[in-house]
């Protein structure tokens, strides 16, 4: 028994999410005692496996093979169907990207199982794992428990701070499969690429984000003076980008980007679930708001009671302060 970690690479290297289902997988493998297993697919897969032994795991699977070159559902399915069959699983988890959703179903249901997908959180009561997702457009969580095994779970981004490198080397195994060309029914194509952001919030490690309490657009240079004295990127909820105040790619929420900062600054932003739902997995949330009953509060670590006009100044002065 044991967990494996499916990872996901494109043009040669691990993706971001793959780190963070790596962490995810991690913490599922330490509240049930059971080793975690890296598996990688593709070809010519040992930069990628050294890499990935790096990683804190028990072991670094490959799935070696011409066909798997190229991301097909039939090939991955049946290839992952092999390894599955093969190490008898409790859990298997995925990084929840357009790949994934399209085989890690049809690879399910070969074991007649669910697949609890896009989960934000892991709850752990002893060696019973409990996954939490969202429901509604984050409005409302769901606690789902596999009842049979193995359990899949495709990981939401951004949620999990990415796993951190160990420095000591896990022990690679090469698994083989067994396809012929016969199994592969789909002609492979490009991978899917989502639209290309000139901004990637979700790789900042500070983030200073505003809401409908700067009142107007003019005001918007008090916050970029604070984004820039600390080094941080700007943000907005959603009602600052419908405006046109900032462009759509710095809006973070459930129709925005999603995103997982050391520290995010919320200023003037009251706490709408479908903002929470974006900054949530923030290591250090600090709000500033005058309303003192406003539901970010309830996410923040820190909070300040107050007007953000009166605040943010003496915020940005305290800070170059102590930069000089």
């Known amino acids: 028994m044991s967990v494996l970690v499916v990872l996901e690479a494109r043009g040669g290297k691990l993706i ?26 593709g070809q010519s897969l040992q930069p990628l496996a050294a890499e990935a032994s790096g990683y804190s795991v028990d072991k670094v699977v490959t799935l070696d093979h011409p066909l ?27 990084p929840h990207t357009y ?29 019973a794992i409990t996954f939490v997702r969202q429901l509604f457009g984050g409005k409302l969580h769901a606690d789902m428990v596999g009842q049979e095994k193995p ?18 080397g896990s022990p690679i195994e090469a698994f083989a499969v067994a396809i012929e060309p016969g199994h592969i029914l789909s002609k492979p194509e490009a991978p899917f690429q989502q639209t290309q952001r000139s901004v990637d919030l979700g790789t900042a490690s500070m983030i200073v984000s505003v809401g409908r ?3 107007e657009k003019d005001n918007l240079a008090l916050i970029e003076s604070l984004a820039q004295v600390l080094g941080a990127e700007l943000a907005a909820s959603r009602p600052i980008c419908d405006n046109g105040w900032l462009p759509m790619e710095r809006q973070v929420g459930s129709s925005g980007q999603t995103v997982s900062p050391k520290v995010y600054f919320a200023l003037g932003i009251s706490g709408a679930i479908q903002h929470l739902v974006g900054m949530k997995g923030s290591k250090t949330i600090v709000a500033i708001n005058k309303d003192e009953s406003a539901p970010i509060f309830e996410a923040a670590h820190y909070g300040i009671v107050g007007d953000l006009f009166e605040v943010v100044p003496a915020l940005i002065e305290e800070l170059r302060k102590a930069k000089s």
């Open 16 to 41: 971001r999410i793959s780190y963070e289902t790596l962490a995810a997988g991690l913490q599922v493998g330490q509240a049930a005692g059971l080793p975690v297993e890296a598996i990688l697919l």
């Open 151 to 168: 359990v899949f779970v495709s990981v939401q981004a951004s949620v999990f701070r990415a796993a951190e490198t160990s420095g000591a």
């Open 99 to 127: 790949q994934v959703r399209d085989y890690a179903p049809k690879l399910s249901a070969r074991f007649r199982t669910s697949l609890v997908s896009d989960v934000v959180g892991i709850k752990a009561n002893g060696s």
């Open 213 to 215: 309490g700067i009142r």
């Open 68 to 94: 798997l070159a190229d991301y097909t559902a039939e090939g991955y399915t049946l290839a992952l169907e092999q390894l599955i069959r093969d190490r008898r699983p409790e859990y298997v988890l995925f």
